[in-house]
Nanobody, 121 residues
């Protein structure tokens, strides 16, 4: 049972920066990947960035060059550094962990509660 707690959201002016954190706690066997998703009102949840257990990263085209995902394995924490924020970045940001099962084959997903990011014009 893994719990994810996001923090760092808030209100920022366009062009500003925020750093989101997602701390994992509980029984952690193996996290294959951690990702940030976001969902704006009336829109589907979209993948923003992913970092794998090997350190590989992927980004949505809309955030490439502006956002950076990173991890701190010692703290079981993933971060999303968001620079040059735009109003269209406004959304609830969710942390996701892809967890490899300890006793059986397969994977599970764990989601955080979300943190609001609002970018004003």
């Amino acid at each position: 049972q893994v719990q994810l707690v996001e923090s760092g959201g808030g209100l920022v002016q366009a062009g500003g920066s925020l750093r989101l954190s997602c701390a994992a706690s509980g029984i952690i066997f193996s996290i294959s990947a951690m990702s940030w998703y976001r969902q704006a009102p009336g829109k589907q949840r979209e993948l923003v960035a992913t970092v794998t257990s090997s350190g590989s990263t992927n980004y949505a085209d809309s955030v490439t060059g502006r956002f950076t995902i990173s991890r701190d394995n010692a703290k079981n924490t993933v971060y999303l550094q968001m620079n040059s924020l735009k109003p269209e970045d406004t959304a609830v940001y969710y942390c996701n962990a892809l967890l490899r099962r300890m006793y059986t084959s397969g994977y599970d997903n764990s989601w955080g509660q979300g943190t609001q990011v609002t970018v004003s014009s």
